[in-house]
């Protein structure tokens, strides 16, 4: 198993930026793409953007597409998060995931197996 940890998250006024931070560990060597996603209240847990581990490949959901950037440092086995011109539709709990294996599936419809807890992102009007 992989065990995941976020933080970085927090208070923001609109247009502002946050950067997330979710390390990983045990079974590193497994993890195929690691991803984050969110939910808002009241809303379904959505695809936010995700990396493949070897090959940096990423993907972005629409709505933050220009303005979030994910990037991840094998070494330490963390992916970040830059998130810019921060909206207040962006306020959700974030979560980190991993997905462990090989899959041909897409990055923003793979099952993923490893969940961090999550952490509040909140973006003042």
């Known amino acids: 198993q992989v065990q995941l940890v976020e933080s970085g998250g927090g208070l923001v006024q609109a247009g502002g930026s946050l950067r997330l931070s979710c390390a990983a560990s045990g079974r590193t060597l497994s993890i195929y793409a690691m991803g984050w996603f969110r939910q808002a209240p009241g809303k379904d847990r959505e695809f936010v953007s995700a990396?493949?581990?070897?090959?940096?490949?990423?993907s972005y959901a629409d709505s933050v597409k220009g303005r979030f950037t994910i990037s991840r440092d094998k070494a330490k086995n963390t992916v970040y998060l830059q998130m810019n011109s921060l909206k207040p539709e962006d306020t959700a709990v974030y979560f980190c995931?991993?997905?462990?294996?090989?899959?041909?599936?897409?990055?923003?419809?793979?099952?993923?197996?490893?969940w961090g807890q999550g952490i509040q992102v909140t973006v003042s009007s």
């Open positions: 995931a991993a997905r462990l294996g090989y899959t041909g599936q897409a990055l923003g419809v793979m099952r993923y197996d490893s």
């Open positions: 990396i493949r581990w070897s090959a940096s490949a990423t």
